[in-house]
């Protein structure tokens, strides 16, 4: 077993393709590293200047509980610093989130690239393994077992006493043994440059990302090893397994992914800005008309002096405009999950996808932007009630009253500086949520898929004819 | 002789697995992505039908000249099925605001925002990435494959020449390759024919052809890739590594790696400096205006009542007066004079500074396109988008298109006097004589019920021929911007098959 790995690896790193294919695979980790580098440096530097003039116009509005509350912030998504092992289309996705006290709004994209380049998708590490290194995976183990036939060395092989769960095993070995070894390269070079160049924090939820995303590439690396020794021991001619493994990795690095989108977006409908704009008007029409007369009275004539019933009918407009918006938002999160749940049958996507999960970029990046939104709404909200129930002259009603703020429904009182939730507080150092997710569901899915692929390709082996 | 190496290659190619497995994978993933992306044009089609319907309706709702703030819309192009370009990503929308020029489409009405991360699966892509991958398969071992077989020797010892013999081998490359393309993409126009009734008219039936062609000729780049790689080496499994290579090159690596390190190497500055002026100087006009328009509110009150029901404010265009005695209406007419000159300066400034960071926008493209130069995919993506109208030059002439809707309206207010001396007949819907006698101010307030029945939806909507349609057409292909990347391409195939000729003349057959 041992002497037949060795000698698969010699065998490989003899060859002229392989040499030229890692140096190609090492090459693009540098860039990769280099590109990476350099646009989080800028990105940065653009969100926190966004950050700051937040700040800026929220401490202008310090003077009073009430415009502090009502005031529209901007929550801006850090630039995940992760980015380079998945990114998500980070630089597409809507960035930025309007909170206030009472409400959170439709995301939107504040911080843009530049809107005439296509869109190709990325040279993350997603990319680099998920479809580079798989191609190498293929060609190196498209001729592991129809090759040594045609050579005719497999029959010489099969004759010594050697099992050949043994010859599976040592070929299989030693080729993962060769695909690691570019791969422990190309990330060591990866991390010199990034350490060469310094901008991105290499804090320890980032080596915990890098630690899952070595352990999600190797096994999809092995599992992409594995179907390519599978049809190289159902066929006789390497040419004719090569093609099918082109042809297969076609579809599972670009035709699934782009048909998901397709299917995904036939699977889910989602409400257009203008449809729900429109339902929103509707279901404050609703709460209006279903509301008292005297509430009518008082909402239509703002000196009328009666703020119970009000503030009553306002928080019920608030509530269901902003159900609206939270189903609205959800569909459209769904129909992405969905599009990335489809892909997911390829396993370069799966790698892609668990990978965004662990760096949070992608859908998860979004959905932990929502979810920090509505946190942090829930937190100025808290923080306005904890600060109107210290004000005894109020009658306590903190509601979104826009138009005149030194009535007293709720406290008119100054905000201390530094005493109110922050929303950059929410994010870790690195643009990582303050939960990072683990993905062991997806390495069980790529173990048990791993272990079936193992298992077929052994029995094709076994069913192989050598002659 | 030529023609009878042609029907000896030809033959040899159709019956290997390799051309079966290019015709059921071509046609497969054509006719999903045409079937899906026809629905999806149909769909967005509908939708904006729909919306410019309801733009349209929200436009005759409207019943003051300086509450207009039409929609117009950018129809779906029915070519976008077969290349989706960055229509989806970019906006389809533009509200034409008076005191705003129009920089892009920003509405985005129909789709999810969070699907633009993800590139389409269009017959653009299959062409792209599976033509061209089929290319170099079908003639990476034409020669070396010869070779080992041994009958290399026996083809050069006839007396077609190497020369009649390596064309051959080309021809029959494109001819072979051309039948799962063009059968795909004939079944694809089929599916769209009977399944969706989408018609073309006879200019698009043009670019479909020219699509096709871009195609063949995209695919013979790849054969002649193919076949140049099988005449430099002498084993198959090595011209095929090559030719692998060079095409994870062309179609994979060169153009992504180039948008991620030009962008890298090429800083955009931010964008933020235009979002700041916009910010600045509004407080600059409304700083202007408060004092001036306090001044005029002071004189009028001194001089005799002010009497006004309506809406006002200095930071919106929409204002608007309900009812007011002459004096009330005199103020707005001097407010309009005061202000619309100086918000026409300040979008004049604005949309300055957003030309500047377009053009900022457009080197960095260059830059991009610098280098994914040697890509033939960057060629094939312009060939078939700018046919298709999905890129971003069409879309930008369709915001150009707006922001000449804009000037006329601007214009046609501008003659009918809006902005000086006809400017309460643009805020109010009383005729100026009407307006300006203090006689006739008295007799509608006299008018039992009068005040109460004052709101905007009382008033009877404009008359509906104001503004002049903007009749809004689908972009059509654009052929002369498809002409030079075309060349490019024929180029590129002359180019390799001039250096496989030159290696195959030198090639060692033995």
């Known amino acids: 077993m041992i002497p037949i790995a060795k000698h698969t690896m010699l065998q490989s790193l003899k060859d002229a393709k392989f040499l030229f294919l890692s140096c190609l695979v090492i090459l693009a980790f540098v860039v990769n590293a280099f590109v990476y580098s350099e646009n989080y440096g800028s990105s940065f530097a653009k969100w926190q200047e966004a950050v700051q003039v937040n700040s800026s116009e929220l401490e202008q509005k310090m003077g009073n509980l009430q415009l502090f509350a009502i005031h529209y912030q901007k929550m801006y998504k850090p630039p995940s610093a992760a980015a380079f092992i998945a990114d998500g289309g980070e630089r597409e996705l809507p960035d930025t989130w309007t909170v206030s006290a009472f409400v959170n709004m439709e995301p939107e994209k504040t911080i843009r690239g530049n809107k005439m380049l296509p869109l190709l998708g990325r040279f993350d590490w997603g990319f680099i393994v998920g479809t580079l290194m798989t191609l190498l995976a293929f060609l190196v183990s498209y001729d592991a077992v129809c090759g040594e036939k045609q050579d005719g060395t497999l029959r010489h092989i099969l004759a010594c006493p050697v099992s050949r769960i043994e010859l599976f095993v040592g070929k299989y070995l030693g080729l993962l043994a060769i695909l690691l070894l570019v791969l422990i390269l190309g990330i060591a070079a990866n991390l010199a440059v990034m350490l060469l160049l310094g901008s991105i924090p290499l804090t320890e939820g980032i080596l915990w990302a890098m630690g899952w995303a070595f352990a999600l590439s190797v096994f999809c690396l092995s599992l992409t090893l594995l179907f390519g020794m599978l049809i190289s021991s159902l066929v006789s001619h390497p040419p004719v397994s090569m093609v099918i493994l082109l042809v297969v990795w076609i579809l599972i690095t670009v035709a699934i992914p782009g048909i998901a989108r397709l299917l995904g977006e036939q699977a889910v409908s989602v409400m257009s800005e203008f449809e729900t704009s429109r339902e929103i008007k509707a279901a404050e029409k609703e709460v209006m008309d279903n509301a008292s007369d005297e509430a009518k009275m008082q909402h239509r004539d703002p000196f009328h002096k009666d703020f119970p019933l009000r503030a009553e009918m306002w928080r019920s407009m608030m509530a269901a405009a902003q159900r609206i918006l939270d189903r609205s938002n959800e569909t459209r999160l769904r129909q992405f999950e969905i599009v990335n749940a489809f892909a997911s049958i390829s396993p370069s996507s799966l790698l892609n996808s668990s990978l965004q999960e662990v760096v949070a970029t992608g859908a998860p990046g979004f959905r932990a932007l929502k979810s920090a939104a509505s946190l942090y709404q829930q937190q100025l909200f808290d923080f306005t009630t904890r600060r109107d129930a210290m004000d005894p002259e109020t009658p306590h009603l903190v509601y979104a009253h826009y138009t005149f703020t030194d009535w007293g429904v709720f406290s008119g009182k100054p905000v201390e500086p530094g005493s109110y939730p922050r929303a950059e507080d929410l994010w870790r150092a690195g643009g990582l949520p303050q939960e990072q997710s683990q993905p062991v569901w997806q390495l069980v899915i790529f173990l048990v898929l791993n272990l079936n692929m193992a298992l077929a390709a052994f029995i094709a082996l076994v069913r192989y004819d050598p002659r | ?510």
């Open chain 2, 1 to 510: 002789m030529l023609r009878v190496l042609l029907w000896k290659e030809i033959r040899e190619h159709l019956m290997t697995f390799r051309f079966a497995a290019a015709l059921v994978t071509t046609f497969v993933l054509v006719v999903i992505s045409v079937w899906v992306l026809g629905d999806d044009f149909e769909r967005r089609r509908d939708n904006y039908t729909k919306l410019s319907e309801e733009a349209a309706r929200a436009t005759c709702e409207v019943t003051i000249p300086s509450r207009l703030e039409p929609i117009v819309h950018y129809p779906p192009s029915p070519l976008g099925i077969f290349a989706t370009g960055e229509e989806k990503a970019l906006g389809n929308a533009v509200r034409i605001k008076r005191w705003e020029v129009p920089s892009e489409a920003t509405d985005s009405l129909t789709d999810n925002p969070l699907l633009t991360a993800i590139p389409s699966f269009d017959l653009l892509a299959v062409f792209t990435l599976i033509t061209s991958l089929f290319g170099i398969i079908l003639t990476y071992d034409s020669i070396t494959g010869e070779k080992e077989r041994g009958t290399l020797r026996q083809m050069c010892a006839t007396v077609a020449g190497r020369w009649r013999l390596y064309a051959a081998k080309f021809l029959a490359g494109v001819v072979v390759l051309s039948i799962p393309t063009t059968l795909s993409f004939v079944s694809g126009l089929v599916v769209l024919r009977f399944v969706h009734s989408i018609n073309f008219g006879a200019e698009q039936w043009l670019a479909i052809v020219c699509m096709m062609g871009a195609g063949l000729l995209f695919g013979a780049v790849f054969v002649t890739l193919g076949l140049m790689c099988s005449s430099l080496v002498n084993r198959s499994a090595t011209a095929l590594i090559l030719s692998l290579l060079l095409w994870a090159l062309g179609v994979l690596i060169i153009p992504l790696g180039a948008v991620s390190l030009a962008t890298a190497l090429h800083k955009l500055p931010p964008h933020s400096e235009v979002v700041n002026l916009q910010k600045r100087t509004a407080e600059e006009v409304i700083s202007e205006i408060d004092p001036q328009f306090n001044q005029m509110v002071r004189e009028r009150r001194e001089a005799g009542g002010l009497n006004i029901k309506g809406g006002l404010t200095t930071e919106e265009p929409g204002i608007f007066l309900l009812e007011g005695n002459p004096g009330a209406f005199t103020l707005y007419r001097d407010l309009i004079g005061l202000m619309e000159p100086l918000w026409q300066g300040r979008a004049a400034r604005i949309w300055n500074l957003e030309r500047e960071h377009e053009a900022r926008l457009r080197e960095q493209r260059d830059f991009v396109y610098l280098f994914s130069s040697p890509a033939p995919a960057l060629y094939m993506r312009e060939i078939f988008t700018s046919l298709a109208g999905t890129d971003y030059d069409s879309h930008a002439s369709f915001v150009e298109r707006a922001r000449r809707f804009r000037s006329g309206m601007l214009g046609i207010f501008r003659a009918k006097g809006y902005f000086d001396r006809n400017a309460i007949e643009f805020v109010s819907r009383l005729p100026s004589e009407e307006a300006l006698s203090e006689e006739k101010f008295e007799q509608r307030q006299a008018t039992p019920g009068y005040r109460d029945s004052l709101s905007l939806e009382s008033l009877p909507p404009l008359p509906g021929d104001l503004l002049p349609a903007f009749g809004a057409a689908p972009s059509k292909p654009r052929f002369q911007e498809s002409m030079l990347p075309a060349a490019i391409l024929a180029f590129m195939v002359l180019l390799f098959f001039s250096i496989g000729q030159v290696a195959f003349i030198r090639y060692d057959v033995r």
